[in-house]
C-alpha cells in the first residue's frame, strides 16, 4: 500500500501524461486488489460479525475513493464536462483535418475524413447550443449561438464541397474546393470553441515543452560523456558548441512553461510559452543534427548507443514540441496584439524607471557594457524595429490578421531589444543631456508604437474602413521620426550627423555666383587645390579604414573629413573665380558639385556603419563611396589643372591606387560575383597587361613620348585596381572554405541594392540635400530560398545580378534629376534610358521575390511594388521627353514631380523588404581562414605599396626624361611591383580550394593501404592479433555506417571537384578503416578474413584514384574534359565497390546476429 502512495506522489505534478496516468490507474488497481484480498481473509479466519461488518465499510469507503480518483484522472482534473467534451471534438477535427490536407489527390480518402469531420462537427454545434440554453447571461447566450451557426455553416459547405468530390473523384478543382471548404471549418471551429480549444492546446504545449526540457537535458549529458571519445575534433566542436547554445536556451523554455501553468488567463505569458517553443526548434535540430554527426566517430561504444537513444527520444520530444507549438500559434493568434500592447506599457515603465536612475546618479553600466558596445546595439535594433513597423503595415492593410498577430509581436520584441539597448548608452555616457535625450527619445518610440499598436486593433476590427491606410501611414511616420531622433541622439551619429551637416554648409556656397578673392597666382592656387585633393582623398580612405575601428575613430575621421571637404571647397571656388572663361568656371563648380554629392553618399554609409558595423556589405559600400569620391577628385583636378604633361594623370593614379588598399582589409564581404577559378584567371590577364603597361611606361619616357606614357599610366593604375579587387574576391573565397559557422539560411540578399537606393537618394532641394526613409531599417536583407550567391556563384542562379544593377546603379534621383537640374538636354534621355533599365530590372526582381516567398502577404506586397515602380517609370518617362523636346522650366519641374512618386515607391519598397526574419546568420572566419587569407593581403599590400611608389617615381620621370638616377629608381619600385604580383599568383594557386584537404585524404589511404596489406599477411599466416576494444558485431555496425557515408559522399564529393570548389574541402573526408581490420580480427573462417580485407583494399585503392582525380580538378568548372571525365569514373567505380563492401559487410553481420541469438 505504502508503495502505491509512493506512485501517486511520484506522478501527481505531472497528472496529465497519459503515461502518468496509465501508472496512476494501474496502481489504484493495485490497491483495489489488495483490499479484496484483505476483506477474503478476514472472512476466513474471523467469526465477529461487527468486525466484519466494520471492514466491509471501511473497504467501501476505499472502493468508492478508489472511483472517485479514478474519474479525477479521467477528467484531467481541470476542465467541466462540457469543456472536455469541447476539447475532444475540437482536438478531432484538428486531426482529421490535417489528414485531409494530407491526401490532397486522392479523393476518396478526402471523402472519407470528410464524412468523419461532418459527424464530429454537427456533434460540437449540438454542445454548443446545449451550453447556450445552459446558460443564464444572454450576451454570452448569443454569442454561443452566433458561433454555433458559424460552425453549422461551414460544416454544410464542406459537406456540399465533398459531395462534388465524391462524384467526380478526378476533377482537382473539387478536390481544391473540398480542401478550401475544410480550411472554412477549421477557422470557424477555432472561432466556436477558441477558448476550450486554447486551454487544451496550450495545456499540451506545456507537456510538449516540459517533456522536451527533460530530453534536452539528457541528451547534453549524453553528449558530453561521447565527446570524451570523439576522434573527430569538427564534430566535437560542433556538437559542444551547440550544448552551449541549448544551455543558454533551456531556461528560457523552463521560464515559459512554468508561467504558463502559473497565469493560465495571461494571454502575454500563453504567449511567452509559444515563442519560447518555437525559439527552441531550432537549435534543437542543430543539436540532433550534430550528435547525428558525432555519433560514428565516437570510440566508446556504450557512450555511443546512450547518445544514440538520447537522440531518439529527442527526435520524437521535437517533433510533438512543433506541432504542439504550430498548433498552439495557429489558435493564439489573435492575442498577439493584446499582449504587444501590454508588453509595451511594461516598457514605458522600465524606461520611466531608467529615467529616474539618471536623475539619481543610480543608473550605472552592466557588466560588459561600454559606450561603443551600447550604441552599436541601439543602431542596429532601432532597424529592426522600422522593419517590423513596415511588416506589420503591409500586413494590417491587407487584412491578414495572422500575419498582423506576427508582426506585432515582432514589434514588441523589437522593441524590447531597444529598450535593453537604451539603458546601456546613458550608463555609459557621462554627458547627462545625452542621457535624458536618449530615453526621452525611447520613451517617444514607445508611446507612438503604442499608437500604431492601437490603430492596427481598430483597422482589423473595420478592415472595410477607407480611412485606415491614411492613419496607419500618418502614425508609422511618427514612429519614423521618433526613431530617428532616438538613433541620433548617440553621441556617435550626432558627430557623423555634424560632419554631414558641416557638407550640407559647404555646400551652399556653390550655389553663389560670387568667388573668393585672393591676390595670389594661379599657380599657387592649384598647388593649394592638389594638395586640398591629397588630403581630402587620404581622408577618405581614412574613413573606410576607421570602419573596422571603434564608432569614436569612425567619428573623429568624419570630423577630419567634413575639415578637409571644406578646405577643398575653398580652394576650389578660389580656383573658378581665377578662370576667367565662363565654360570652365562652369564646369568647375559642376565638378565640385559633384564632390559634394559623392561626399554626402561617403558619410551617409559611414553612419550607417557606425549604426550597425556588422550589418553585411555596409563597409563594401563605404568602400565603394570612397572610390566614388576619389573619382570625382580625379574629374575636377583634370578640369582645373594645368600643368607638365603626365604629373596629372599620375597624381590621378597615385589616388585611384591608395584608395584600393582598403579594401584588402576587411575580410567580411565579397567584392564581385567571381568565382575562385574565375578570379585567379582575372589575376593572370591583368597581371600580364600589367607587365606591359609597365614596360610601356619605361619605353614611352624614353622616346619622350608623353602622351603615350600618359595612355599608360591610365591604363596601369587600372590595372592595379583591377588585381586589388581579384585578390580581395580571392581572400573572400578563401574565408568560405574555413568558416566555423555557416549561414542557416542562405538566399538572394536585397540589401545591397536597397542600401545603393538610399545612398542615391537626392531630394528635389538640390545637391547635398538628402531624403530619409520612411522608416529606418534598410540594412537588414530580405531573403528567399535559392542557391546562395555567396558560395556558389554560377550565372544561371545570379539572380543577385538583376538587384544590384537594379537598384545599386539606379540614381534613379541622382542621375535623372542631375541631368534635369545641372546639365544640359544633352543628358535629359539618357537619364530616361538608365532610369527605365534599372526600375525594369528591379520590378523583374520584385516578380521573382514574389515567386520565392512563401509569405503571402509579402507575395502580394511584391507584385504591388513592381507595379507602383513600373508605373511610376513610365510617367517619369513620360515627363522627360517632354522636356527634351521643350526644355523650359516648367517643364523642368514637372519633370522633377513625376520623379518623386518613383522615388516613394522604391522608398517604400525597400522598407517592406528590409524584415530580419529573413536575415541569415553572419559567418565566423575562423582562424585558419584568417591565416590562409594572410598571404594573399601580404602580396596585395605589398602589389599596391610597390605601385605608389612607382607611380611617384614615374611622375618625376615624366618631367626630367633623361636623369638616370630617376630611372633607376623607377626600375627598382617596378620590380618591386613584379615581385609583389608574382608572390600574389602563387599565394592564390598555393590556396587553391580543397588541395590540402585533397592531399590529406591521399596520405590517409596510402597508410590505410599500408595496413591493409600487413593485416591481410598476417591473416594469411594465421597470426592476426585479435582487437578486443569492440565485439565483432560492433565492429561489424561500424563498418556498415562507415560505408553508406562513403557511398553516399562520392556522388557530393564529385560534383565539388567538378564545379563547386568551396565544398571541396568541407566534404573530402576518409573514414579510418580500422574498423575492418578490427572485425576480421574476430572473424574465425579465414576466407572470410582475407575477402573482408581484400574488399577493404579495393574500397582504399579505388577511393585513392578518385581523391587524385578530384585533386586534379580542384572543382574547376573549366578544367579540361577528360579531367571531369576521369572524375566521374572515380567516383562511379568506388561507388561500385563500396556496395559490393556493404553488402559483405551487412550479409557477415546477419550471420553473426544469428550465431549469437
Given at each position: 500500500?505504502?508503495?502505491?502512495?509512493?506512485?501517486?506522489?511520484?506522478?501527481?505534478?505531472?497528472?496529465?501524461?497519459?503515461?502518468?496516468?496509465?501508472?496512476?490507474?494501474?496502481?489504484?488497481?493495485?490497491?483495489?486488489?489488495?483490499?479484496?484480498?484483505?476483506?477474503?481473509?478476514?472472512?476466513?479466519?474471523?467469526?465477529?460479525?461487527?468486525?466484519?461488518?466494520?471492514?466491509?465499510?471501511?473497504?467501501?469507503?476505499?472502493?468508492?475513493?478508489?472511483?472517485?480518483?479514478?474519474?479525477?484522472?479521467?477528467?484531467?482534473?481541470?476542465?467541466?464536462?462540457?469543456?472536455?467534451?469541447?476539447?475532444?471534438?475540437?482536438?478531432?477535427?484538428?486531426?482529421?483535418?490535417?489528414?485531409?490536407?494530407?491526401?490532397?489527390?486522392?479523393?476518396?480518402?478526402?471523402?472519407?475524413?470528410?464524412?468523419?469531420?461532418?459527424?464530429?462537427?454537427?456533434?460540437?454545434?449540438?454542445?454548443?447550443?446545449?451550453?447556450?440554453?445552459?446558460?443564464?447571461?444572454?450576451?454570452?447566450?448569443?454569442?454561443?449561438?452566433?458561433?454555433?451557426?458559424?460552425?453549422?455553416?461551414?460544416?454544410?459547405?464542406?459537406?456540399?464541397?465533398?459531395?462534388?468530390?465524391?462524384?467526380?473523384?478526378?476533377?482537382?478543382?473539387?478536390?481544391?474546393?473540398?480542401?478550401?471548404?475544410?480550411?472554412?471549418?477549421?477557422?470557424?471551429?477555432?472561432?466556436?470553441?477558441?477558448?476550450?480549444?486554447?486551454?487544451?492546446?496550450?495545456?499540451?504545449?506545456?507537456?510538449?515543452?516540459?517533456?522536451?526540457?527533460?530530453?534536452?537535458?539528457?541528451?547534453?549529458?549524453?553528449?558530453?560523456?561521447?565527446?570524451?571519445?570523439?576522434?573527430?575534433?569538427?564534430?566535437?566542436?560542433?556538437?559542444?558548441?551547440?550544448?552551449?547554445?541549448?544551455?543558454?536556451?533551456?531556461?528560457?523554455?523552463?521560464?515559459?512553461?512554468?508561467?504558463?501553468?502559473?497565469?493560465?488567463?495571461?494571454?502575454?505569458?500563453?504567449?511567452?510559452?509559444?515563442?519560447?517553443?518555437?525559439?527552441?526548434?531550432?537549435?534543437?535540430?542543430?543539436?540532433?543534427?550534430?550528435?547525428?554527426?558525432?555519433?560514428?566517430?565516437?570510440?566508446?561504444?556504450?557512450?555511443?548507443?546512450?547518445?544514440?537513444?538520447?537522440?531518439?527520444?529527442?527526435?520524437?520530444?521535437?517533433?510533438?514540441?512543433?506541432?504542439?507549438?504550430?498548433?498552439?500559434e495557429e489558435m493564439c493568434i489573435s492575442l498577439e496584439v493584446d499582449a504587444a500592447l501590454d508588453q509595451l506599457t511594461e516598457l514605458d515603465r522600465e524606461l520611466e524607471e531608467y529615467r529616474r536612475a539618471t536623475d539619481s546618479g543610480n543608473l550605472v553600466p552592466l557588466p560588459g557594457e561600454t559606450?561603443?558596445?551600447?550604441?552599436?546595439?541601439?543602431?542596429?535594433?532601432?532597424?529592426?524595429?522600422?522593419?517590423?513597423?513596415?511588416?506589420?503595415?503591409?500586413?494590417?492593410?491587407?487584412?491578414?490578421?495572422?500575419?498582423?498577430?506576427?508582426?506585432?509581436?515582432?514589434?514588441?520584441?523589437?522593441?524590447?531589444?531597444?529598450?535593453?539597448?537604451?539603458?546601456?548608452?546613458?550608463?555609459?555616457?557621462?554627458?547627462?543631456?545625452?542621457?535624458?535625450?536618449?530615453?526621452?527619445?525611447?520613451?517617444?518610440?514607445?508611446?507612438?508604437?503604442?499608437?500604431?499598436?492601437?490603430?492596427?486593433?481598430?483597422?482589423?476590427?473595420?478592415?472595410?474602413?477607407?480611412?485606415?491606410?491614411?492613419?496607419?501611414?500618418?502614425?508609422?511616420?511618427?514612429?519614423?521620426?521618433?526613431?530617428?531622433?532616438?538613433?541620433?541622439?548617440?553621441?556617435?551619429?550626432?558627430?557623423?550627423?555634424?560632419?554631414?551637416?558641416?557638407?550640407?554648409?559647404?555646400?551652399?556656397?556653390?550655389?553663389?555666383?560670387?568667388?573668393?578673392?585672393?591676390?595670389?597666382?594661379?599657380?599657387?592656387?592649384?598647388?593649394?587645390?592638389?594638395?586640398?585633393?591629397?588630403?581630402?582623398?587620404?581622408?577618405?580612405?581614412?574613413?573606410?579604414?576607421?570602419?573596422?575601428?571603434?564608432?569614436?575613430?569612425?567619428?573623429?575621421?568624419?570630423?577630419?573629413?567634413?575639415?578637409?571637404?571644406?578646405?577643398?571647397?575653398?580652394?576650389?571656388?578660389?580656383?573658378?573665380?581665377?578662370?576667367?572663361?565662363?565654360?570652365?568656371?562652369?564646369?568647375?563648380?559642376?565638378?565640385?558639385?559633384?564632390?559634394?554629392?559623392?561626399?554626402?553618399?561617403?558619410?551617409?554609409?559611414?553612419?550607417?556603419?557606425?549604426?550597425?558595423?556588422?550589418?553585411?556589405?555596409?563597409?563594401?559600400?563605404?568602400?565603394?563611396?570612397?572610390?566614388?569620391?576619389?573619382?570625382?577628385?580625379?574629374?575636377?583636378?583634370?578640369?582645373?589643372?594645368?600643368?607638365?604633361?603626365?604629373?596629372?594623370?599620375?597624381?590621378?593614379?597615385?589616388?585611384?591606387?591608395?584608395?584600393?588598399?582598403?579594401?584588402?582589409?576587411?575580410?567580411?564581404?565579397?567584392?564581385?560575383?567571381?568565382?575562385?577559378?574565375?578570379?585567379?584567371?582575372?589575376?593572370?590577364?591583368?597581371?600580364?597587361?600589367?607587365?606591359?603597361?609597365?614596360?610601356?611606361?619605361?619605353?614611352?619616357?624614353?622616346?619622350?613620348?608623353?602622351?603615350?606614357?600618359?595612355?599608360?599610366?591610365?591604363?596601369?593604375?587600372?590595372?592595379?585596381?583591377?588585381?586589388?579587387?581579384?585578390?580581395?574576391?580571392?581572400?573572400?573565397?578563401?574565408?568560405?572554405?574555413?568558416?566555423?559557422?555557416?549561414?542557416?539560411?542562405?538566399?538572394?540578399?536585397?540589401?545591397?541594392?536597397?542600401?545603393?537606393?538610399?545612398?542615391?537618394?537626392?531630394?528635389?532641394?538640390?545637391?547635398?540635400?538628402?531624403?530619409?526613409?520612411?522608416?529606418?531599417?534598410?540594412?537588414?536583407?530580405?531573403?528567399?530560398?535559392?542557391?546562395?550567391?555567396?558560395?556558389?556563384?554560377?550565372?544561371?542562379?545570379?539572380?543577385?545580378?538583376?538587384?544590384?544593377?537594379?537598384?545599386?546603379?539606379?540614381?534613379?534621383?541622382?542621375?535623372?534629376?542631375?541631368?534635369?537640374?545641372?546639365?544640359?538636354?544633352?543628358?535629359?534621355?539618357?537619364?530616361?534610358?538608365?532610369?527605365?533599365?534599372?526600375?525594369?530590372?528591379?520590378?523583374?526582381?520584385?516578380?521573382?521575390?514574389?515567386?520565392?516567398?512563401?509569405?503571402?502577404?509579402?507575395?502580394?506586397?511584391?507584385?504591388?511594388?513592381?507595379?507602383?515602380?513600373?508605373?511610376?517609370?513610365?510617367?517619369?518617362?513620360?515627363?522627360?521627353?517632354?522636356?527634351?523636346?521643350?526644355?523650359?522650366?516648367?517643364?523642368?519641374?514637372?519633370?522633377?514631380?513625376?520623379?518623386?512618386?518613383?522615388?516613394?515607391?522604391?522608398?517604400?519598397?525597400?522598407?517592406?523588404?528590409?524584415?530580419?526574419?529573413?536575415?541569415?546568420?553572419?559567418?565566423?572566419?575562423?582562424?585558419?581562414?584568417?591565416?590562409?587569407?594572410?598571404?594573399?593581403?601580404?602580396?596585395?599590400?605589398?602589389?599596391?605599396?610597390?605601385?605608389?611608389?612607382?607611380?611617384?617615381?614615374?611622375?618625376?620621370?615624366?618631367?626630367?626624361?633623361?636623369?638616370?638616377?630617376?630611372?633607376?629608381?623607377?626600375?627598382?619600385?617596378?620590380?618591386?611591383?613584379?615581385?609583389?604580383?608574382?608572390?600574389?599568383?602563387?599565394?592564390?594557386?598555393?590556396?587553391?580550394?580543397?588541395?590540402?584537404?585533397?592531399?590529406?585524404?591521399?596520405?590517409?589511404?596510402?597508410?590505410?593501404?599500408?595496413?591493409?596489406?600487413?593485416?591481410?599477411?598476417?591473416?594469411?599466416?594465421?597470426?592476426?592479433?585479435?582487437?578486443?576494444?569492440?565485439?565483432?558485431?560492433?565492429?561489424?555496425?561500424?563498418?556498415?555506417?562507415?560505408?553508406?557515408?562513403?557511398?553516399?559522399?562520392?556522388?557530393?564529393?564529385?560534383?565539388?571537384?567538378?564545379?563547386?570548389?568551396?565544398?571541396?574541402?568541407?566534404?573530402?573526408?576518409?573514414?579510418?578503416?580500422?574498423?575492418?581490420?578490427?572485425?576480421?580480427?574476430?572473424?574465425?573462417?579465414?576466407?572470410?578474413?582475407?575477402?573482408?580485407?581484400?574488399?577493404?583494399?579495393?574500397?582504399?585503392?579505388?577511393?585513392?584514384?578518385?581523391?587524385?582525380?578530384?585533386?586534379?580538378?580542384?572543382?574547376?568548372?573549366?578544367?579540361?574534359?577528360?579531367?571531369?571525365?576521369?572524375?566521374?569514373?572515380?567516383?562511379?567505380?568506388?561507388?561500385?565497390?563500396?556496395?559490393?563492401?556493404?553488402?559483405?559487410?551487412?550479409?557477415?553481420?546477419?550471420?553473426?546476429?544469428?550465431?549469437?541469438?
Open positions: 500500500m505504502m508503495l502505491q502512495d509512493g506512485v501517486e506522489l511520484v506522478v501527481a505534478p505531472t497528472i496529465s501524461s497519459p503515461a502518468c496516468q496509465e501508472q496512476l490507474i494501474h496502481a489504484t488497481k493495485g490497491v483495489a486488489h489488495f483490499v479484496e484480498g484483505i476483506v477474503e481473509a478476514a472472512q476466513q479466519s474471523c467469526s465477529d460479525d461487527k468486525l466484519l461488518a466494520d471492514l466491509g465499510t471501511a473497504a467501501t469507503a476505499v472502493t468508492q475513493a478508489l472511483n472517485d480518483l479514478l474519474q479525477h484522472i479521467k477528467k484531467g482534473a481541470g476542465p467541466t464536462a462540457a469543456g472536455e467534451s469541447h476539447e475532444d471534438a475540437v482536438d478531432t477535427i484538428l486531426t482529421v483535418t490535417d489528414r485531409l490536407f494530407s491526401n490532397v489527390g486522392d479523393a476518396h480518402e478526402m471523402v472519407r475524413q470528410a464524412r468523419q469531420l461532418a459527424q464530429v462537427t454537427s456533434s460540437l454545434v449540438g454542445a454548443i447550443r446545449g451550453e447556450a440554453e445552459g446558460h443564464s447571461d444572454s450576451d454570452m447566450q448569443k454569442r454561443l449561438l452566433a458561433a454555433a451557426r458559424l460552425l453549422a455553416d461551414a460544416t454544410a459547405n464542406m459537406v456540399e464541397a465533398a459531395k462534388g468530390c465524391a462524384s467526380s473523384p478526378n476533377d482537382s478543382e473539387q478536390q481544391k474546393r473540398l480542401r478550401g471548404a475544410t480550411e472554412d471549418l477549421r477557422a470557424a471551429t477555432n472561432i466556436a470553441a477558441s477558448n476550450a480549444l486554447k486551454r487544451k492546446l496550450i495545456r499540451r504545449l506545456e507537456n510538449a515543452a516540459r517533456r522536451i526540457t527533460s530530453a534536452t537535458t539528457q541528451l547534453i549529458n549524453a553528449s558530453k560523456n561521447a565527446n570524451k571519445s570523439n576522434t573527430n575534433k569538427t564534430s566535437e566542436h560542433q556538437l559542444t558548441q551547440q550544448c552551449q547554445i541549448m544551455n543558454e536556451q533551456l531556461p528560457l523554455l523552463i521560464q515559459g512553461f512554468r508561467g504558463s501553468e502559473t497565469n493560465q488567463d495571461s494571454a502575454t505569458a500563453q504567449l511567452q510559452v509559444i515563442n519560447a517553443s518555437k525559439e527552441f526548434i531550432q537549435p534543437t535540430s542543430q543539436l540532433v543534427s550534430a550528435a547525428n554527426a558525432a555519433a560514428p566517430t565516437v570510440g566508446d561504444q556504450a557512450a555511443s548507443m546512450n547518445m544514440n537513444q538520447a537522440v531518439k527520444m529527442m527526435t520524437t520530444a521535437l517533433a510533438e514540441l512543433r506541432t504542439a507549438s504550430g498548433k498552439a559606450v561603443e558596445a551600447s550604441a552599436m546595439k541601439l543602431g542596429s535594433t532601432s532597424k529592426n524595429v522600422g522593419s517590423a513597423m513596415a511588416q506589420l503595415l503591409t500586413a494590417a492593410s491587407q487584412g491578414n490578421e495572422n500575419y498582423v498577430g506576427v508582426a506585432a509581436r515582432d514589434t514588441a520584441n523589437a522593441l524590447r531589444v531597444l529598450t535593453e539597448a537604451t539603458r546601456g548608452v546613458p550608463s555609459t555616457s557621462e554627458d547627462m543631456e545625452v542621457r535624458r535625450q536618449v530615453i526621452d527619445s525611447a520613451r517617444d518610440v514607445i508611446d507612438k508604437s503604442t499608437h500604431l499598436l492601437e490603430e492596427t486593433k481598430r483597422a482589423m476590427n473595420d478592415p472595410e474602413n477607407p480611412e485606415n491606410q491614411a492613419r496607419l501611414n500618418q502614425v508609422a511616420k511618427a514612429v519614423s521620426g521618433a526613431l530617428n531622433s532616438c538613433v541620433n541622439a548617440v553621441p556617435r551619429q550626432r558627430d557623423v550627423d555634424n560632419a554631414i551637416r558641416q557638407i550640407t554648409d559647404s555646400s551652399q556656397e556653390l550655389a553663389s555666383t560670387k568667388y573668393p578673392s585672393t591676390d595670389r597666382t594661379f599657380q599657387e592656387i592649384q598647388i593649394e587645390n592638389n594638395n586640398a585633393a591629397v588630403n581630402l582623398n587620404q581622408a577618405a580612405s581614412d574613413i573606410v579604414t576607421a570602419s573596422r575601428g571603434t564608432p569614436k575613430q569612425l567619428a573623429e575621421s568624419s570630423r577630419e573629413y567634413s575639415s578637409s571637404y571644406s578646405e577643398f571647397i575653398k580652394s576650389g571656388l578660389t580656383m573658378a573665380g581665377l578662370s576667367k572663361d565662363g565654360d570652365t568656371q562652369n564646369q568647375i563648380v559642376g565638378g565640385l558639385k559633384n564632390v559634394s554629392m559623392v561626399s554626402s553618399k561617403l558619410l551617409l554609409a559611414a553612419k550607417s556603419v557606425s549604426a550597425d558595423p556588422n550589418a553585411p556589405n555596409t563597409k563594401n559600400l563605404l568602400s565603394q563611396a570612397a572610390r566614388a569620391v576619389t573619382e570625382s577628385i580625379n574629374q575636377l583636378i583634370n578640369v582645373c589643372t594645368v600643368s607638365a604633361p603626365g604629373q596629372k594623370e599620375c597624381d590621378n593614379a597615385l589616388r585611384q591606387i591608395q584608395v584600393m588598399k582598403s579594401m584588402l582589409e576587411s575580410a567580411n564581404e565579397p567584392v564581385t560575383d567571381l568565382s575562385y577559378f574565375e578570379c585567379l584567371d582575372s589575376v593572370m590577364e591583368k597581371s600580364k597587361l600589367l607587365g606591359d603597361f609597365m614596360t610601356g611606361i619605361t619605353n614611352h619616357a624614353k622616346k619622350g613620348d608623353l602622351e603615350n606614357f600618359c595612355d599608360s599610366m591610365g591604363n596601369f593604375s587600372t590595372s592595379v585596381c583591377g588585381l586589388t579587387e581579384a585578390a580581395s574576391q580571392v581572400r573572400d573565397r578563401l574565408k568560405s572554405l574555413h568558416l566555423e559557422e555557416q549561414s542557416l539560411y542562405t538566399g538572394i540578399d536585397l540589401r545591397p541594392t536597397l542600401w545603393a537606393l538610399l545612398m542615391e537618394h537626392q531630394s528635389p532641394e538640390g545637391p547635398g540635400w538628402w531624403t530619409s526613409p520612411s522608416l529606418p531599417g534598410l540594412t537588414r536583407p530580405y531573403r528567399w530560398h535559392v542557391k546562395t550567391w555567396l558560395t556558389r556563384p554560377a550565372p544561371s542562379n545570379r539572380k543577385y545580378l538583376l538587384i544590384y544593377p537594379a537598384i545599386g546603379a539606379v540614381g534613379l534621383q541622382t542621375n535623372c534629376l542631375r541631368a534635369i537640374t545641372l546639365y544640359s538636354v544633352a543628358n535629359v534621355l539618357s537619364a530616361a534610358t538608365v532610369v527605365a533599365k534599372h526600375t525594369s530590372a528591379l520590378c523583374n526582381a520584385c516578380r521573382l521575390a514574389s515567386s520565392k516567398t512563401s509569405n503571402p502577404v509579402a507575395k502580394r506586397h511584391f507584385v504591388q511594388s513592381a507595379k507602383d515602380v513600373a508605373n511610376s517609370t513610365a510617367n517619369l518617362v513620360k515627363a522627360i521627353k517632354v522636356l527634351d523636346q521643350d526644355f523650359t522650366e516648367e517643364n523642368r519641374q514637372r519633370c522633377t514631380e513625376a520623379a518623386k512618386p518613383l522615388t516613394d515607391a522604391v522608398d517604400e519598397l525597400t522598407t517592406f523588404a528590409s524584415s530580419p526574419e529573413f536575415a541569415s546568420m553572419p559567418a565566423k572566419i575562423s582562424p585558419e581562414a584568417r591565416k590562409a587569407q594572410e598571404p594573399i593581403v601580404s602580396a596585395g599590400k605589398a602589389m599596391i605599396d610597390g605601385a605608389c611608389h612607382m607611380v611617384t617615381a614615374a611622375k618625376q620621370l615624366a618631367v626630367n626624361l633623361k636623369d638616370p638616377p630617376t630611372y633607376q629608381l623607377y626600375s627598382n619600385h617596378s620590380k618591386s611591383v613584379s615581385e609583389a604580383i608574382k608572390r600574389l599568383v602563387s599565394s592564390i594557386k598555393d590556396c587553391a580550394p580543397g588541395q590540402r584537404e585533397c592531399d590529406e585524404s591521399i596520405d590517409k589511404l596510402n597508410c590505410s593501404i599500408r595496413d591493409l596489406d600487413q593485416a591481410s599477411l598476417a591473416a594469411i599466416s594465421q597470426s592476426l592479433q585479435q582487437r578486443t576494444e569492440k565485439s565483432l558485431r560492433g565492429f561489424q555496425e561500424q563498418m556498415i555506417g562507415s560505408a553508406r557515408e562513403i557511398h553516399d559522399l562520392c556522388s557530393k564529393v564529385k560534383d565539388s571537384a567538378k564545379a563547386e570548389p568551396e565544398n571541396l574541402g568541407h566534404r573530402v573526408s576518409i573514414q579510418s578503416i580500422g574498423c575492418a581490420v578490427g572485425a576480421a580480427s574476430l572473424i574465425q573462417n579465414s576466407k572470410q578474413q582475407t575477402h573482408i580485407l581484400d574488399l577493404t583494399k579495393t574500397v582504399a585503392e579505388s577511393a585513392l584514384q578518385f581523391m587524385y582525380s578530384c585533386k586534379e580538378g580542384g572543382g574547376n568548372p573549366k578544367a579540361p574534359k577528360h579531367t571531369h571525365d576521369n572524375i566521374d569514373t572515380a567516383a562511379d567505380n568506388t561507388m561500385d565497390v563500396v556496395q559490393d563492401l556493404l553488402e559483405c559487410s551487412q550479409q557477415y553481420d546477419r550471420e553473426t546476429h544469428q550465431i549469437n541469438h
